[in-house]
């Protein structure tokens, strides 16, 4: 049985995980070897893999989908920090509000509220 997939984003500088992993979406670092930098929190979550051949509306595949619950209060941090946001704020037809974001590394995150 499977019982976690953890997600390893190579990186030269550490560091810039802080602040957008860490201050804006608000994850705890959960642990820190100096080589490696992990960030989580307690919430139960369900054990996932999704493959796509397109991000859904014709956008390019997200490397990671995020489900949030303060959807605008983040949008507004992420804008304020200056992110790149790729795709605005969208309600979509499969009854998620999501938007794009590329994070300090330019990998495409897709931040998501289920309606």
Do not use: C
Not at 11 to 21: E, G, N, Q
Not at 26 to 52: C, P, R
Request: glycine share 8%; aromatic share 10%; charged share 25%.
């Amino acid at each position: 049985m499977i019982k976690r997939i953890v997600a390893n984003i190579k990186t030269d500088d550490l560091s810039k995980a802080d602040l957008f992993y860490k201050d804006i979406l608000g994850l705890d670092i959960l642990m820190d070897h100096g080589w490696i930098k992990t960030f989580g929190n307690n919430e139960e979550a369900k054990v996932q893999v999704s493959f796509a051949t397109q991000g859904g509306n014709g956008t390019e595949v997200p490397l990671l989908s995020i489900e949030v619950d303060h959807m605008d209060e983040l949008y507004e941090k992420i804008q304020q920090a200056g992110f790149e946001i790729t795709y605005g704020i969208t309600d979509e037809e499969w009854g998620v509000r999501r938007f794009f974001v590329k994070d300090p590394f330019g990998n495409l995150i897709n931040i998501l509220e289920h309606q």
